[in-house]
T-cell receptor, first 114, second 111 residues
Framework: DTGVSQDPRHKITKRGQNVTFRCDPI?????LYWYRQTLGQGPEFLTY????????KSRLLSDRFSAERPKGSFSTLEIQRTEQGDSAMYLC????????????FGSGTRLTVV | DQQVKQNSPSLSVQEGRISILNCDYT??????FLWYKKYPAEGPTFLIS?????DKNEDGRFTVFLNKSAKHLSLHIVPSQPGDSAVYFCAAVGSQGNLIFGKGTKLSVKP
């Protein structure tokens, strides 16, 4: 297993466009998390899945954001009508439900909205 | 409102010396804490953790101390090496298993 993979690594988009990111977790991990990190801040929790169920959403996840994890495998995070404030690093992490110190992060997708 | 605070944005130490990174938290319900290390263009990697039932956890050159009454934890790196230069994040585990991070401290270890 090569760890948590995120695609693309970088995305530049024009304001108002939609973007979609993909995360492939470690195969035996049943929890998958999305975080956002802006300059000078630590990662901020957005949402998480246990298997295919989305169990929690942060207030940071506006209605322009949607995440899915069909069949409990890979996950996608879509941002509709992007705004400049959406520019950030989007990090995905996976873990087993009972091993919080086994959280493994991907390398992230850097989004720039121009 | 920051529940996990790292008040030092940066720290510079000489190779071979001790690095001490500090972290404060406000929520007394937090009972598990972690330290992550992050290099540029990579995701955070887990370093060491501590449960609130302990006041110290050690792993090689890394030791984390927890003072519950002060709501304070610290990461000690001894001896510091140039490869330790990175951003270090303190995190607490939230009620949903999510991590609540501080803003990070950039450590520079000079040869």
């Amino acid at each position: 297993d090569t760890g948590v993979s995120q695609d693309p690594r970088h995305k530049i988009t024009k304001r108002g466009q939609n973007v979609t990111f993909r995360c492939d977790p470690i195969s035996e991990h049943n929890r998958l998390y999305w975080y956002r990190q802006t300059l000078g801040q630590g990662p901020e929790f957005l949402t998480y899945f246990q298997n295919e169920a989305q169990l929690e959403k942060s207030r940071l996840l506006s209605d322009r954001f949607s995440a899915e994890r069909p069949k409990g495998s890979f996950s996608t995070l879509e941002i509709q009508r992007t705004e400049q404030g959406d520019s950030a690093m989007y990090l995905c992490a996976s873990s087993s439900w009972d091993r919080v110190d086994g959280y493994t992060f991907g390398s992230g997708t850097r989004l720039t909205v121009v | 409102d920051q529940q996990v605070k790292q008040n030092s944005p940066s720290l510079s130490v000489q190779e071979g010396r001790i690095s001490i990174l500090n972290c404060d938290y406000t929520n007394s319900m937090f009972d598990y804490f972690l330290w992550y290390k992050k290099y540029p263009a990579e995701g955070p990697t887990f370093l060491i953790s501590i449960s609130s039932i302990k006041d110290k956890n050690e792993d090689g050159r890394f030791t984390v101390f927890l003072n519950k009454s002060a709501k304070h934890l610290s990461l000690h790196i001894v001896p510091s090496q140039p490869g330790d230069s990175a951003v270090y994040f303190c995190a607490a585990v939230g009620s949903q298993g999510n991590l609540i991070f501080g803003k990070g401290t950039k450590l520079s270890v000079k040869p």
